[in-house]
């Protein structure tokens, strides 16, 4: 009888195990097949009747319930995975705009009542299970944002999480205004209190069937606190993803006060991912700058005994909108990088419509508020995360009609994408990087000029193979090349991207 009941227990285990190897985020993650797009529920499905910007006049904010209406729109762009933003209460004091930063925790295991539909008979915590079902019926995973610091009302009721000055004073980090930093101990020795509030996050975030925690500025928590909390959420589900805001460029803490656990020992810890500092692109010159990056990243992911996957974070909810920084040809480049690079393509929502995320209220006077600030605060030209505002948009055709090309391309070439070569090419021009994607002999090309001021004309590319006057197959661009004997020479307007089948 014991043999036959261990027997059935193998085989159970041997199947959950195979049903979480087939479908876990874990594993979709650290292959590459995770297309993340960031949203904040609280404008998601936003009802602004009126066109004014803001939710007001008894408009329906967004909330678990009516997000359920897009989600049909998001599986049809590709995506397969939403960073679903902070959904624990925001404090509202010493607070940032009228509905509060959702970055504010102001309670570790309960749902924000903003984000609730109140004509719903369904609890706060049935609501948001029954978001996330609707997006597994859909094959979207679901992570949820876990935020770094507490607000100040956490810090009333609960000054024994919180590290104090020698006046015994709250901490404020760096210009985090709105927050105060947690007390999470050192290596030595780990706050109970707070270890304990995370796992019963960890607990709520599990129980509302939720795939993965992204972990906010990860970096100021110790290296056994996350093995712990990681460990602790992976004895119930091991496909769990955790995801560190953490980035190489990342060197030190925002407070003396904080610990700092720099992003390759947040890998040794547990964590199966962080932010490549994809960002830099704005700011990048040259192609070796791109060639570097994509090089540090590869081989970052092979120096662990687990694998470990990257997002490609050229756009999150803390960056200016790309359309405001270089015009619409940054974000086309953004799609088809996102596309055709080896690592998780990531963006925020509204960057697929070519949203500016300008706000015509912006930090002006409120009329009415829920905290004890009475402005519109917002970081311009950055997602609003702070009152109840707009659902994402834009009206730009060029980038949806990128968007949705690349991503496409991306779906319908996913193994070029995700286990094929990846060679970078240097060509004549400083400013134009290329590169090459090969897997069982197909190959693509992709060209891009970082120059967003000048038009490069008969850049010379090598590629071997290529034959004098072929003709090659557009992806992207013009169809306008000329071919040598293994070369190719193209013009690139201002930052401009192309695309060659070969």
Not at 27 to 56: E, L, P, Q
Not at 428 to 441: E, I, L, M
Not at 483 to 494: G, M, Q, S, W
């Amino acid at each position: 009888m014991k043999n036959k009941i261990l027997t059935v227990l193998v085989a159970f285990f041997a199947l959950t195990s195979s049903v979480f190897a087939q479908d876990g985020l874990r594993t979709m993650f650290v292959n590459n097949k995770a297309v993340i797009c960031g949203i904040n529920i609280r404008n998601f499905n936003a009802k602004d009747t009126n066109g004014n910007g803001i939710i007001d006049n008894n408009e329906e904010s967004g909330n678990f319930i009516n997000a359920v209406e897009r989600l049909d729109e998001i599986q049809a762009a590709g995506i397969n995975v939403l960073h679903v933003l902070p959904i624990t209460p925001v404090g509202k004091l010493k607070s940032l705009g009228t509905a509060g930063s959702l970055y504010a925790i102001a309670d570790f295991d309960s749902i924000n009542h903003q984000l609730v539909d109140l004509t719903s008979e369904m609890t706060p915590m049935e609501q948001a299970k029954y978001f996330v079902d609707e997006c597994h019926k859909r094959g979207i995973k679901v992570v949820i944002d876990l935020p770094s610091c507490g607000s100040y009302d956490l810090f009333l009721t609960n000054p024994e999480l919180f590290i104090k000055d020698k006046k015994q004073l709250s901490v404020v980090p760096t210009d985090w205004t709105d927050v105060r930093l947690l007390n999470t101990g050192n290596d030595e020795s780990l706050n109970q209190d707070v270890l304990d509030v995370h796992k019963r996050f960890v607990d709520m975030v599990m129980d509302i069937g939720a795939d993965g925690i992204r972990a906010d500025v990860a970096t100021i928590k110790p290296f056994k606190f996350w093995q712990e909390i990681i460990n602790y959420s992976r004895e119930r589900n091991p496909e769990f993803l955790y995801l560190a805001e953490a980035s190489d460029s990342w060197r030190e803490p925002p407070s003396k006060y904080a610990e700092f656990t720099p992003y390759d020992k947040l890998f040794s810890a547990g964590f199966d991912g962080y932010y490549g500092s994809f960002f830099g692109l704005k700011d990048w010159k040259t192609a070796d700058e791109l060639y570097e990056h994509v090089k540090f990243n590869k081989k970052l992911l092979t120096s662990y005994p687990e694998s470990k996957g990257v997002i490609m974070s050229f756009t999150t909810h803390d960056e200016t909108s790309p359309i405001i920084l270089k015009g619409e040809n940054l974000s086309v480049m953004m799609c088809w990088l996102e596309a055709t690079l080896p690592f998780n393509p990531y963006f925020i929502d509204g960057f697929q419509f070519g949203d500016d995320y300008i706000y015509p209220w912006a930090n002006t006077k409120a009329c009415f508020t829920e905290t004890d600030d009475d402005y519109y605060f917002v970081h311009r030209g950055k997602l609003d995360i702070f009152n109840y505002s707009r659902r994402p948009q834009g009206n730009n055709d060029l980038v949806k009609t990128n968007f949705k090309n690349a991503f496409e391309f991306r779906k319908n070439n996913l193994d070029l994408v995700t286990k094929g070569t990846w060679s970078p090419i240097k060509t004549d021009k400083p400013s134009v990087f290329a590169y090459t994607r090969s897997y069982q002999g197909e190959t693509i090309l992709v060209v891009g000029n970082l120059d967003y001021k000048h038009t490069q004309k008969r850049v010379k590319i090598k590629v071997a193979g290529i034959k004098k006057d072929e003709v090659l197959e557009m992806i992207q661009g013009q169809d306008i090349c000329k071919t040598r004997k293994n070369k190719i020479f193209v013009d690139l307007e201002a930052g401009q991207i192309r695309v060659f089948k070969i």
